[in-house]
C-alpha cells in the first residue's frame, strides 16, 4: 500500500494493493470547511494519483461527523480582505479542484455522511457515484452569507440540472438524503454505518471493467456536458466568484453568519 497519511495533513490520501485510492477530508475540528491548505492538499492528491498507472478508482470521504461544510468563512473573511490578486487565485485553485475532479480518468466514489454544504456539494457533482447515509443533510447555501456558487453551477448543473439549481441555489435551503438522490445529487441511500459497504460494491463493480474504456466513457460524457468548461468561461466564473466575495453582500451576509443573526440584505443596497 502507497500512503500519505501525515495525520495533521488537510487531505490524506493512501491507494491499497487494487489501486483504490481512498482520498479523505482531515479537517474534522471544521467540519472539513475548505480553506486554502485543504484545496492545495486536494490539487497534491490528485497530482500524485493521476500520475499513477496503477490507479483504478479513488473514493473521497469526509473525516468525523461531517462530509464537508463549505468553505472555512474564517479564511473567506482572511481572503476578503486581502488584494485583487489573491482573491482572484483563490477562487481560480477552487474552481480548479473541482474542475479536475470531474475530469478525474478514473472514477470516483463520494461517501456522504453529516453535512454536505455549499463546496462540497460541487464535489458530489463532480464525483462518478455518490452515496450518503439517510440522515446526511444537503444545501447549496452561499446566497445565505451574500457569496455565489458560481464556479460549481457546472458540474451542479450536470449532476441535477438547471431546474433544480434554480431552486436550491436561490432558497439555500437545507434538504434531506431523499431529495438530494431525487434530484440526482445522490445515486443510493443508506442505513448510517453501511457507507464502507456500499462503497466497496460499488469500487468492486467498477474493478470489473476495463479501465481506458473507463476513462474514455468519462472523457466522451464530459465532451457533452455543461462541466466541460474552459478558457473564457472557466475564468469568467471565477471572476464572478471572487467578486461576489469582496462585496457589500458579503460583508453583511458573514457578518451575519458570526453574529448569529438575519442578514440586513436592504442596507446593503441603500449603501450601494
Not at 448543473?157 to 437545507?174: H, P
Request: with cysteine.
Amino acid at each position: 500500500m502507497v500512503t500519505h497519511n501525515m495525520s495533521e495533513a488537510p487531505v490524506l490520501w493512501d491507494l491499497d494493493e487494487r489501486g483504490v485510492a481512498t482520498v479523505t477530508l482531515n479537517r474534522p475540528e471544521r467540519n472539513n470547511a475548505y480553506n486554502a491548505d485543504l484545496i492545495a492538499g486536494l490539487h497534491a492528491a490528485m497530482d500524485a494519483l493521476s500520475g499513477r498507472a496503477d490507479a483504478r478508482a479513488v473514493v473521497i470521504r469526509g473525516k468525523g461527523k461531517h462530509f464537508q461544510a463549505g468553505a472555512d468563512l474564517i479564511w473567506i473573511n482572511s481572503v476578503r480582505g486581502g488584494n485583487h490578486a489573491e482573491n482572484i487565485e483563490a477562487s481560480r485553485e477552487t474552481a480548479r479542484a473541482v474542475d479536475r475532479l470531474n475530469r478525474l480518468p478514473v472514477p470516483t466514489v463520494s461517501l456522504v455522511q453529516g453535512f454536505c454544504v455549499g463546496g462540497g456539494t460541487g464535489i458530489l457533482a463532480a464525483s462518478d457515484v455518490v452515496i450518503a447515509e439517510e440522515t446526511a443533510k444537503f444545501a447549496i447555501s452561499e446566497v445565505r452569507w451574500g457569496l455565489t456558487a458560481s464556479i460549481i453551477f457546472p458540474q451542479l448543473n450536470d449532476a441535477i440540472g438547471v431546474r433544480q439549481v434554480r431552486r436550491y441555489a436561490l432558497t439555500g435551503e437545507r434538504f434531506d438524503a431523499a431529495e438530494a438522490r431525487r434530484i440526482g445529487l445522490v445515486h443510493e441511500v443508506v442505513e448510517p454505518g453501511k457507507l464502507s459497504e456500499a462503497g466497496e460494491r460499488i469500487v468492486s463493480a467498477l474493478l470489473e471493467n476495463a479501465p481506458i474504456g473507463i476513462a474514455e466513457t468519462k472523457n466522451l460524457a464530459l465532451a457533452h456536458a455543461f462541466g466541460d468548461v474552459g478558457g473564457g468561461t472557466f475564468e469568467s466564473l471565477v471572476a464572478n466568484h471572487a467578486a461576489k466575495r469582496q462585496s457589500g453582500e458579503a460583508v453583511e451576509g458573514l457578518a451575519s453568519f458570526a453574529e448569529k443573526r438575519a442578514a440586513d440584505w436592504a442596507s446593503v443596497r441603500t449603501k450601494s
